[in-house]
């Protein structure tokens, strides 16, 4: 069922529940559907596109499940839709099944912990512009802070399917090892060979962890990960490499950085709050530099991004 928004593939569409699974203390992975004309729409959805879902009619989880930190929040109405973008797409035969990965933090996912098979949400999108793969790539850089692993975890399946002949490493950082939104281990050879997180390990990525803390990987920002995985490598093919971010600004900002210095492709999909998605509120503005000047603009996180290329944006 859809209501188009404009002669676009994007749309007002309902997707069918078919699983929400919780792993670890606050992460689930909640699995959608699509048919009809949402099938087709979502079939092309490209990893960094993303989504606002309305969770309004979401029933809240009995009191004595709901966290302390939570239980003022939890009586709020929730006016506004929530973006998400999808870790995993797949195409059928007039099904498209979509991946949602997300964790609870406010009156909206936590609503969404009580759906389950048989019911219903309202969905627009594919909305945005996603990562782009540049002809001529040999590497593909992943770096990922908290949340913003599902794009990148999408990513990875279309390089891996797509662009085999793109060699690709994953770096994934957190606070604490709590607080990495994956779930399954890898066994001791597979860490010791750097396939650690399986959700990169199953596209045959090497991936890298760091925890603000040490509890897991390596003791550091992941942005400190990545300069020392780059120092390593004196023969690193620059122009044949690119890195794609996702995460907090902060983290962004030094990706960026990055980059810059090494003379790198760097792709960075940002993250802002929106009311609307579609460009109409204005509400996502993002200071972008005007290409051969000095001159800044502001573009649209959900129109002209979410992802921009890092030498862009103004962090």
């Known amino acids: 069922m859809s209501t188009n928004c404009t002669g676009l593939n994007r749309g007002v569409f309902t997707a069918a529940v078919l699983s929400n699974r919780q792993f670890g203390e606050h992460f689930y992975k909640l699995k959608l559907e699509f048919s009809g004309v949402g099938a087709k729409s979502f079939a092309t959805f490209r990893p960094g596109q993303f989504v606002q879902i309305d969770a309004s009619t ?3 989880p009995p009191l004595d499940k709901i966290p302390g930190h939570l239980l003022d929040a939890s009586k709020r109405n929730i006016l506004l839709r929530r973006p998400f973008s999808f870790a995993d797409v797949t195409a059928g035969v ?6 949602l990965l997300y964790r609870v933090l406010g009156p909206a996912t936590l609503r969404m912990t009580t759906l389950s098979v048989g019911h219903h949400l309202n969905v627009i999108g594919p909305l945005g512009n996603g990562f782009s793969i540049p002809p001529n790539k040999k590497l593909a850089l992943l770096v990922i802070g908290g949340m913003g692993a599902p794009p990148l975890q999408y990513l990875a399946k279309v390089l891996s399917v797509e662009h085999p002949d793109i060699e690709v490493a994953a770096f994934v950082g957190a606070k604490t090892a709590r607080d990495l939104p994956f779930e399954g281990k890898a066994d001791s050879i597979s860490k010791h060979l750097g396939f650690s997180i399986p ?3 199953k596209h045959g990525i090497e991936s890298f962890i760091a925890t603000d803390d040490g509890s897991a990987g390596f003791h550091g920002l992941v942005t400190d990960c990545l300069k020392k995985w780059l120092s390593e490598r004196a023969n690193l093919d620059r122009d044949g490499t690119i890195i794609y971010a996702c995460g907090p600004d902060a983290m962004l900002a030094q990706v960026a950085q990055i980059a810059r210095d090494r003379k790198i492709d760097c792709q960075v999909s940002t993250e802002q709050i929106m009311a609307c998605g579609i460009g109409i509120c204005q509400s996502c503005a993002v200071e972008c530099i005007v290409n051969g000047s000095s ?3 502001y573009k649209l996180c959900c129109k002209d991004g979410p992802v921009f290329d890092s030498r862009e944006v103004v962090f």
């Open 295 to 297: 001159e800044t603009v």
């Open 199 to 201: 959700d990169f390990s």
């Open 94 to 99: 007039n099904k498209t099944t979509a991946e």
């Open 58 to 60: 979401a029933a809240l």
